[in-house]
């Protein structure tokens, strides 16, 4: 197994510097991509006991958070399914 994943990948990365620099993205963009989802996680966690509780003085903060998270998140996300799915493709040809 692993001798096998060496054989193949080490003269890819060897190769090609560009390899290197989009496994280093793609790192990166996970890295991001999981603490997006851990805070959404926390934050949904926060807004719906607020929404629960009938707390407009959370809620409203929580809503413009939450609007905010979105608009910061999103972008992470869609970078990192777009340089995922790029360096699957550069490692298949």
Do not use: C, H
């Amino acid at each position: 197994g692993q001798e096998l994943f060496k054989k193949m990948a080490l003269p890819y990365f060897k190769e090609e510097k560009s390899a290197r620099v989009l496994l280093a993205v793609v790192i990166s963009f996970t890295l991001a991509n999981s603490w997006v989802s851990v805070g959404f996680s926390y934050l949904s966690r926060d807004f719906w006991t607020a929404l629960n509780s009938k707390n407009a003085e959370t809620f409203y903060p929580l809503l413009a958070k939450y609007a905010l998270a979105l608009a910061g998140g999103t972008p992470i996300t869609v970078l990192y399914k777009f340089y995922r799915e790029k360096f699957a493709v550069q490692w298949r040809s």
